[in-house]
Nanobody
Framework: QVQLVESGGGLVQAGGSLRLSCAAS????????MGWFRQAPGKEREFVAA????????YYQDSVQGRFTISGDNARNTVYLQMNALKPEDTAVYYC????????????????????WGQGTQVTVSS
């Protein structure tokens, strides 16, 4: 069994910053990518960012491009999300996720590509 545990969420004022962390534990596995999704109240879960280990490529949702930075450590199956210039519309539960399998021809912005999910961490941005 693989567990993903997020940390770093909280309450911040608009314009502030937070750094989310996610670490995998349990059985040993090799991830091809790790990422973050979020879900705001009354809305569907949406892609935020992903990083692929084979080539170091990063992917972002348009609304967070330039404000959020994803990074991580492949060997430790650890991923981070640095969030700057936060806006009230960034308020959501943020979920860490990891994918196994071949890293090619994958749609990293879709939830179905991922095998494991964390429980989520709340991020609240006040105006």
């Amino acid at each position: 069994q693989v567990q993903l545990v997020e940390s770093g969420g909280g309450l911040v004022q608009a314009g502030g910053s937070l750094r989310l962390s996610c670490a995998a534990s349990g059985r040993t596995f090799s991830s091809s990518a790790m990422g973050w999704f979020r879900q705001a109240p009354g809305k569907e879960r949406e892609f935020v960012a992903a990083i692929t280990w084979s080539d170091g490529n990063v992917y972002y949702q348009d609304s967070v491009q330039g404000r959020f930075t994803i990074s991580g450590d492949n060997a430790r199956n650890t991923v981070y999300l640095q969030m700057n210039a936060l806006k009230p519309e960034d308020t959501a539960v943020y979920y860490c996720t990891a994918a196994e399998g071949v890293p090619y021809n994958r749609r990293w912005w879709t939830a179905v590509e991922y095998n494991y999910w964390g429980q989520g961490t709340q991020v609240t941005v006040s105006s």
